[in-house]
């Protein structure tokens, strides 16, 4: 036993009796226990976690295994898809040497139902300048599927310096989502956006143009003004007798309209290039009949990599992935700088006429004649060019019932009829007094309604020469 610790501890001491002493060495005797299970619930928490990182690390190897596993499989399946597979070989080996500036040979061999062997052989033809050459392999690729040849095309030929020979197929990359106003892929958003950066030329700026005329309907016109400054909500907007606050947003929201419709400001000229990250997604997603497996192989082979690394990858671009509705997109190039702004001011043009002309009425309502107002607890309706005191005979004659004297002897009588006079009199002639008040701020309001109906004729001018000039383009 050590004397220095035991020791003095165990000892009784001089002062103690022996109920103190055996509280004391409980006292001790608990303190111990409890720095022991202290030791051991931590020694076990360690061990727990260890354990339990150890079952996540054999998990996620057997996962590992099981996705390669699978994956092996697929790849086995995707091996009675050779030609599909040396097609995408080509297209991609051609590419390449597109964007190294080099003229490459390449031939693919068809493929019953699949669009890409013969775009790729379309496409070294329209590099080499043999135009007549791609016509029969180009258009049938189209046939197979018109879309996805006609987005390979377009985003392929800027890559390869000859943007101008994609314009033919644009509408085609487009597709038909510009007419029904559905979900647009990110491919034809990148096609429609190096159309406005002027990468297809003016003819494919009118392209696209008029693949987004359709948007121009009612439905374009309701959505315009909603991106427009918000009304406010409150009393003024519920109490509006002269009509100035009606007038006033109208005016607002004409002038937010003609800043929405300037002339954008010149951008940096340079050309934007295609995103090849889109294109090898649409070269990778296969023929029809293989593009389940190819994209099966594509989630394994991202969750080996993820279980083996234990970090999470951020998804690669698809070329069909969502990107938005067509209107959306254009209200939202609509508020931007980029030259974007200016197809949307186009494809909006003819939908902007009619809301104009709709806010330059609200501006300019009928000069009302009459107010609303409350006076001594009672609605009235006030005609402000009319002499005020007829309008109100019958309020006075109201504050005159209200008025009685009191019932008084022969002594009080005629003083309690006079004082009743004199308060009726009171009453009368302070209500004509807010009456006046109230037609006067009335007709203060109503006066500002020629200022705003020429600032609203001003606003609506230039923004109509504005679209006339829009449409002259």
């Known amino acids: 036993m050590d004397w220095y610790t035991d020791g003095w501890v165990n000892r009784r001491k001089w002062y103690e009796d022996e109920d103190m002493y055996v509280r004391r060495q409980r006292r001790v005797a608990e303190g111990r226990a409890a720095d022991a299970d202290a030791r051991v619930q931590d020694q076990l928490h360690r061990v727990t976690a260890q354990k339990e990182a150890l079952e996540r690390q054999v998990a996620r190897l057997g996962a590992a295994f099981d996705a390669f596993v699978e994956l092996t499989e697929v790849r086995g ?9 040396a097609a995408r070989e080509r297209a991609r080996a051609l590419l390449g040497a597109l964007v190294q500036g080099q003229r490459a040979a390449a031939r693919a061999e068809t493929v019953q139902g699949y669009w890409l062997p013969q775009a790729v052989n379309g496409l070294a033809a329209l590099v080499r300048g043999e135009g007549e050459a791609a016509r029969p392999a180009l258009e049938e690729a189209a046939g197979a599927d018109p879309q996805r ?31 029904d106003g559905g979900q647009l892929t990110v491919a034809v958003r990148e096609v429609w956006m190096l159309a406005g950066a002027g990468v297809y030329g003016d003819t494919g700026w009118d392209v696209v143009v008029r ?5 121009q309907d009612a439905e374009a016109v309701e959505r315009l003004h909603t991106t427009l400054r918000p009304r406010p909500r409150g009393s003024e907007a519920e109490y509006d007798p002269a009509r100035t606050f009606q007038a006033k947003a109208a005016v607002r929201e004409l002038a937010e309209l003609g800043r929405l419709f300037q002339a954008a400001a010149p951008t940096d000229q340079s050309r934007p290039v295609p995103s090849a990250a889109l294109l090898d997604s649409l070269i990778g997603e296969g023929a029809p ?17 993820r279980l083996r690394s234990g970090e999470q990858t951020e998804p690669e671009p698809h070329w069909d992935d969502p990107a938005d509705d067509v209107l959306t997109l254009l209200l939202a190039d ?9 197809i949307a001011q186009h494809a909006l043009s003819g939908g902007v006429g009619p809301l104009a002309d709709r806010l330059l009425a609200e501006a300019r309502p009928a000069p009302p004649d009459r107010v609303e107002a409350k006076i001594d607890g009672q609605p009235l309706t006030l005609l402000v060019d009319q002499p005020l005191a007829p309008q109100l005979s019958q309020l006075d004659a109201l504050v005159d019932q209200r008025h009685q004297p009191e019932q008084g002897n022969w002594l009080t009588a005629r003083k309690l009829a006079a004082e009743a006079v004199e308060a009726a009199d009171g009453r009368k002639s302070a ?6 008040q109230a037609i006067a701020a009335f007709i203060a309001e109503r006066d500002k309604l020629p200022g705003l109906r020429r600032e609203a004729e001003q606003e609506h001018a230039s923004l109509a020469a504005r679209v006339a000039e829009l449409n002259r383009r």
Do not use: D, I
Not at 77 to 85: D, E, K, R, S
Not at 161 to 179: F, H, I, S, T, Y
């Open 431 to 436: 209500n004509h007094e807010r009456a006046q």
């Open 77 to 85: 399946a995707l091996a009675g898809y050779a030609p599909a597979a």
């Open 149 to 179: 040849t006609g987005l390979f095309l377009a985003l392929a030929l800027p890559l390869a310096g000859v943007p101008g020979l994609a314009v033919p197929w644009l509408a085609r990359a487009l597709g038909p989502a510009g007419q």
């Open 334 to 342: 609509l508020r931007g700088s980029s030259p974007l702004r200016t």
């Open 211 to 215: 693949w987004l005329a359709p948007t």
């Open 289 to 305: 009949e293989e593009e389940a497996l190819l994209l099966r192989a594509r989630q394994l082979t991202a969750e080996v990599r």
